[in-house]
């Protein structure tokens, strides 16, 4: 008799650390016999994606013979839902600008403060890129440091020098859209 009410104030209490922990209860058949009952918190499987309910195990361990309780006929609390996780494809910043890669030539446009130029770079060895942009706001680039950075050439076009060797594409692209962006700020 004791050993019932003991499974049955244990019961009740892992029911209420769960309950004020928001996490689902345990069935009254799994504590059958259950002589300690141990919470344990456990790291969530994904840190990218916090759960906000706390992750518990609990750890019991089981003595010789058969009890149960009656935990009463309370609200019970509504079921987990299964989480799904999609994961979504990771495409170069290059394809998602909407930049082509024809052999080792890349062509698109630069884009800041709502403007867009054509560019096109050139990659001649692997880490080794010529940065192009047509017709650029001149202007507004001769008012800025990189300025001199941006050599004109032939039909409209202006080689852009890096003061840095860029890692890849996306880099190449990032630091001329910065450079346009903070020009055409600052008129």
Known sequence: MELVC???LVMVIVLAIYLCMGCAPVEPATLEGVERVRLVRVRPYAPSTPDPRPS???QTRRVRGKGSADL???PKPPPLQTRRSVQREIL????EKGWRKDSRTYRGFYRACGRQYPGEIQEHHRGLYQVYIFNPPVQQLKRHPHGPCFIPQADGR????????PRDVDHVIVSVETILREALGSR
Request: charged share 5%.
């Open 6 to 8: 003991a499974s049955a």
């Open 56 to 58: 518990v195990t609990v």
């Open 72 to 74: 009463g006929s309370g």
């Open 92 to 95: 170069p910043l290059y394809q």
């Open 158 to 165: 202006f080689k852009v020098h890096l003061a840095h060797t």
